[in-house]
């Protein structure tokens, strides 16, 4: 199934140019993405095509463009919106391209639904590996950070943290507008739309896409399974994202049948005696719980010990010259990944 189109057009070369260069390097984009630098250019595409989503700088906005059959128009201004143009939605031109894309999904997915990127049958397999441990303090994050922008190297990769307590945005300095407790809404009211929701609210870290996690442990121990298993389905078809690394915390009341959806379960262990009979626990439920196929697909590993996250900011890309790092590099360089 062909993608819907989204189209730039800013009258500013270089900005358009630089806004393009960015969106070329994003693998998760739900839309063909053509840029303009003229309204004449735009007009005689859209004279052929059909564009979905047009974001437009408002000295480039003429009335040709407004009698358009455009699904979602966005304005790009400098500060203040023009007058004329206050029916329609507008982002903030000179701030982050990455900011600039979310806050224009959130504004198409406030309305819109998006045709699913691709036919499910034609779309490339999406890899769910999933990180999990029965132990604390057994660098399970760090890994699942450092094997995610490893991997996003070479191909789109989506994280999700299911943790009650994750520590993010005291982490990443920052508050997130949107997070994962956002998403989980909108599969509880049945929204058609989650691919450009999931758009408007991923968030980087280094190389890898990551939705912000809750802010309340009360939304992740009030999912049921069925919610789970919807926007995991929804990533899965309606994305461009190859792989989805879940790291797992124990706040899911269903949490085998969300190992049992993975097709490598990373689980970093230790070796003191508490933490092995802690492990001896977990394989012998698994057993009892008629889940012993977990087993087969579990690799179990001892992390190398790193200096881990120093004082002050944290930038991702530490992780992936940390020891771990070398570790996870090593673990692909084997295909144990």
């Not at 989503?53 to 358009?68: D, F, H, K, P, V």
């Not at 900011?99 to 999904?105: A, D, I, L, N, P």
């Not at 995610?148 to 300095?173: C, R, T, W």
Request: hydrophobic share 40%; net charge negative; with cysteine.
């Amino acid at each position: 199934m062909k993608k819907q189109i989204f189209a730039v057009c800013d009258t500013e070369a270089e900005y358009a140019r630089n806004f393009m260069d960015y969106l070329n390097r994003k693998k998760n984009m739900p839309f063909e993405v053509q840029a303009f630098t003229s309204a004449e250019s735009l007009i005689a595409f859209a004279g052929k095509n059909h564009i979905e989503l047009l974001l437009i700088s408002a000295e480039a906005m003429c009335r040709e463009i407004q009698e358009m059959d455009i699904g979602k128009v966005v304005i790009l201004t400098e500060g203040v919106q023009p007058p004329e143009l206050s029916g329609y939605a507008g982002v903030y031109k000179y701030q982050a391209s990455s900011q600039v894309v979310r806050e224009v999904m959130a504004r198409y997915g406030e309305e819109k639904a998006v045709l699913p990127l691709q036919s499910p049958a034609l779309k490339k397999e999406t890899e769910i590996l999933g990180i999990y441990s029965p132990l604390g303090r057994c660098l399970k994050t760090s890994f699942a950070l450092t094997l995610g922008q490893i991997l996003a190297k070479e191909k789109p990769v989506l994280y999700l943290n299911l943790e009650e307590y994750s520590g993010f945005e005291e982490l990443f300095g920052q508050s997130f507008p949107g997070t994962l407790s956002d998403l989980l809404y909108f599969v509880r009211q049945g929204e058609n739309s989650l691919s450009v929701k999931i758009s408007g609210i991923v968030q980087n870290a280094g190389t890898l896409d990551f939705i912000p996690p809750v802010q309340s442990p009360l939304d992740i121990r009030g999912t049921p399974w069925q919610d789970w298993a919807c926007l995991i389905q929804e990533i899965v078809l309606h994305t461009s994202y190859e792989v989805l690394i879940l790291d797992i915390g124990n706040g899911i009341d269903e949490v085998f049948q969300l190992l049992d959806m993975c097709r490598i379960v990373y689980m970093p262990v230790r070796s003191d005696k508490m933490s092995v009979c802690k492990i001896l626990q977990f394989e012998k439920l698994l057993q009892l719980l008629d889940y012993s196929q977990i087993l087969s697909k579990t690799v179990k590993m001892k992390l190398p010990f790193y200096s881990g996250i120093q004082q002050g900011d944290f930038r991702a890309e530490q992780l992936v010259w940390s020891e771990l790092g070398d570790y996870v590099r090593e673990m692909v360089r084997k295909g144990q990944v």
